[in-house]
């Protein structure tokens, strides 16, 4: 026999094999890093009422203070001449309730407040006979532009309130005017005059 020849050459790259079956799953890898917060959720419904506390502790008694009025009347039937400047101030001698902050002069008609305060003050005054007049109230001999009462034509009563505050020693008196006549106050209750103290200043 004689010797090998020399080697040929490589021949082409077979087609590739059929893919083997899936290996088996590798270990788990580590935790990764926690993620940033996600974006706040919306608020839920409110919960259920929770039951009633307990009362608290009563609290100090207050300081009782006395009420300060004055209620005076003229129920005689008395003539009041009037003119229409200086106004007439009504007498108001009956059915006086006044407390001890409230004093009245000798002839009835100027009343003084001794206790600062905001007062009501409220009044009427009647007549028989219809006439044509004004009434207001005096404070310190001034007349309060808030207690003027002037309907104009002839008017059997007037009557309104108003509040003011009074500083102690203040004075206050009813009364009227007009064209020069003379007025005839009705019996029982021909003018009333109120004053009520409502609060401290």
């Known amino acids: 026999t004689g010797a090998d020849g020399a080697t040929g050459p490589t021949g082409a790259t077979g087609a590739d094999g059929a893919t083997g079956p899936t290996g088996a799953d590798g270990a788990t890898g580590p ?7 996600g974006a706040t959720g919306p608020t839920g419904a409110d919960g259920a009422t929770g039951p009633t506390g307990a009362d608290g502790a009563t609290g100090p008694t207050g300081t ?3 009420p300060v009025i004055g209620f005076a009347q003229n129920n005689a039937g008395d003539s009041i001449a009037i003119v ?7 007498p108001l001698p009956d059915q006086q309730t006044l407390s001890p902050e409230i004093t009245v002069d000798g002839s009835n008609t100027v009343f003084t407040v001794n206790e600062a305060g905001l007062y009501r003050i409220a009044y009427y005054v009647n007549i028989v006979t219809a006439d044509s007049f004004a009434s207001e109230i005096l404070i310190n001999g001034t007349v309060n532009l808030a207690s003027i009462v002037d309907v104009g034509g002839d008017i059997n009563s007037t009557s309104t309130e108003f509040f003011v505050t009074l500083a102690a020693g203040d004075t206050i008196s009813l009364a009227v005017l007009g064209e020069p006549a003379t007025l005839e106050l009705s019996s029982g209750s021909g003018a009333v005059l109120v004053i009520q103290q409502i609060g401290l200043t």
């Open 84 to 90: 229409l400047d200086p106004p007439t101030v009504i």
């Open 64 to 66: 009782i203070i006395d």
């Open 31 to 37: 935790t990764g890093p926690t993620g940033a917060d």
